[in-house]
């Protein structure tokens, strides 16, 4: 049966290092995850040839002149995803290093967060205890056994 007690816990610093090595880490693999899926959606959007529906329309309601190209070429796009996703990665990575260094200085001020954990350890259920058999005395293994009436007795220099 487990027994439940409530703990409370009190953050009162974050270490700004550790926060920039997670949140650096982090930002940089959503970075990737992102700019692969702007290319997958570019090809996708390419291939059903929208951008140049979207050119033809413009055109034809005169905001576009004739041969022009708003959406300029894949090389562009992937340069302008894979720079915006650096220069993002970089800003949540200083902003999270930030917020922890702003968490630790406002801390110092009010004490920090307070929260209560349920700590719950588990005990083990009582139940038969394993006791091992005995193997059945001999004739000559109950005489060594001492007993209350036949105590042993050691003899010192033998």
Same mark, same amino acid.
């Not at 340069?79 to 999270?96: D, E, H, K, P």
């Given at each position: 049966? /487990?027994?439940?007690? &409530?703990?409370?816990?009190?953050?009162? &610093?974050?270490?700004? #290092?550790?926060?920039?090595?997670?949140? *650096?880490?982090? =930002?940089?693999?959503?970075?990737?995850?992102?700019? %692969?899926?702007?290319?997958?959606? #570019? *090809?996708?959007?390419?291939?059903? @040839?929208? $951008?140049?529906?979207?050119?033809?329309?413009?055109?034809?309601?005169? %905001?576009?002149?004739?041969?022009?190209? $708003?959406?300029?070429?894949?090389?562009?796009?992937?340069?302008?995803?894979?720079?915006? =996703?650096?220069?993002?990665?970089?800003?949540?990575?200083?902003?999270?290093?930030?917020?922890? +260094?702003?968490?630790?200085?406002?801390?110092?001020?009010?004490?920090? +967060?307070?929260?209560?954990?349920?700590?719950?350890?588990?005990?083990?259920?009582?139940? /038969? &205890?394993?006791?091992? $058999?005995?193997?059945?005395?001999?004739?000559?293994?109950?005489?060594?056994?001492?007993?209350?009436?036949?105590?042993? *007795?050691? &003899?010192?220099? @033998?």
């Amino acid at each position: 049966m /487990p027994t439940v007690r &409530r703990v409370r816990r009190i953050i009162r &610093r974050i270490d700004p #290092w550790t926060v920039f090595k997670v949140s *650096s880490i982090f =930002s940089f693999v959503t970075a990737l995850a992102v700019v %692969l899926g702007l290319v997958m959606f #570019w *090809s996708i959007i390419q291939a059903a @040839e929208i $951008p140049d529906k979207i050119t033809d329309i413009l055109v034809k309601i005169t %905001l576009l002149e004739e041969g022009a190209d $708003p959406f300029g070429s894949d090389e562009y796009f992937l340069r302008l995803a894979v720079f915006g =996703s650096i220069v993002g990665a970089v800003l949540a990575t200083g902003f999270a290093t930030l917020g922890a +260094i702003m968490y630790n200085l406002i801390a110092d001020v009010v004490g920090g +967060i307070e929260f209560v954990v349920l700590e719950e350890t588990l005990q083990p259920a009582p139940g /038969p &205890r394993f006791v091992a $058999p005995v193997p059945p005395m001999t004739q000559s293994a109950a005489t060594d056994v001492p007993t209350e009436e036949h105590p042993v *007795s050691v &003899r010192v220099g @033998e």
